[in-house]
T-cell receptor, first 114, second 117 residues
């Protein structure tokens, strides 16, 4: 069975600085998808970025980028130029190639300070 | 286009009471899902449906039932609520896989906060 682990329950960063959130996962599959979701205080789940395991190039979406290390089964999220609106829970998630089931980590609460 | 909506947004039940949570989507998605979110545990899949009239168990199905009588609606029922079912419930929907391995984004509703006393 696949598992997703986020070892940082809470993180904080000052506005305009860079922060990296960690995620590791375990799977026997060779092809899959990985995601980072953001959950602000409104509770809405928002897809931040996704990575296809068969692509070597790390995904980037504006200030958000990932460091995908397939051999190490590591998938970290880097937020550059942090903004107050980035304050939220961040969830790492895994999806196998032939299934629509998302497996979530336990989340990291990020606080951005002025 | 409302996306995924959930009714109600908040509910308080007493132990043993029953209730139904309604999820509706207007994106013509085939797949629909129910998750629960508990502190320190992330989101866990309760039940899901791959089409009208079909349902399947997820990771934590005990104590819940579901029905998908119409493509746009997915109902989650609690027949006899227990305090352990106090949680935030999320519904999501997506297109079907289509070609094997084709990714389809899951769209989430705003959640329902349920408290069982």
């Amino acid at each position: 069975a696949q598992t997703v682990t986020q070892s940082q329950p809470e993180m904080s960063v000052q506005e305009a600085e860079t922060v990296t959130l960690s995620c590791t996962y375990d799977t026997s599959e060779s092809n899959y998808y990985l995601f980072w979701y953001k959950q602000p205080p409104s509770r809405q789940m928002i897809l931040v970025i996704r990575q296809e395991a068969y692509k070597q190039q790390n995904a980037t979406e504006n200030r958000f980028s990932v460091n995908f290390q397939k051999a190490a089964k590591s998938f970290s999220l880097k937020i550059s130029d942090s903004q107050l609106g980035d304050t939220a829970m961040y969830f790492c998630a895994f999806m196998g190639l032939n299934t629509d089931k998302l497996i979530f980590g336990t989340g990291t609460r990020l606080q951005v300070f002025p | 286009n409302a996306g995924v909506t959930q009714t109600p947004k908040f509910r308080v039940l007493k132990t043993g009471q029953s209730m139904t949570l309604l999820c509706a989507q207007d994106m013509n998605h085939e797949y629909m899902y129910w998750y629960r979110q508990d502190p320190g545990m992330g989101l866990r899949l309760i039940h899901y449906s791959v089409g009208e009239g079909t349902t399947a168990k997820g990771e934590v199905p005990d104590g819940y039932n579901v029905s998908r009588l119409k493509k746009q609606n997915f109902l989650l029922g609690l027949e006899s609520a227990a305090p352990s079912q106090t949680s935030v419930y999320f519904c999501a929907s997506s297109y079907s896989l289509g070609l094997a391995g084709k990714y389809n984004e899951q769209f989430f509703g705003p959640g329902t906060r349920l408290t069982v006393l």
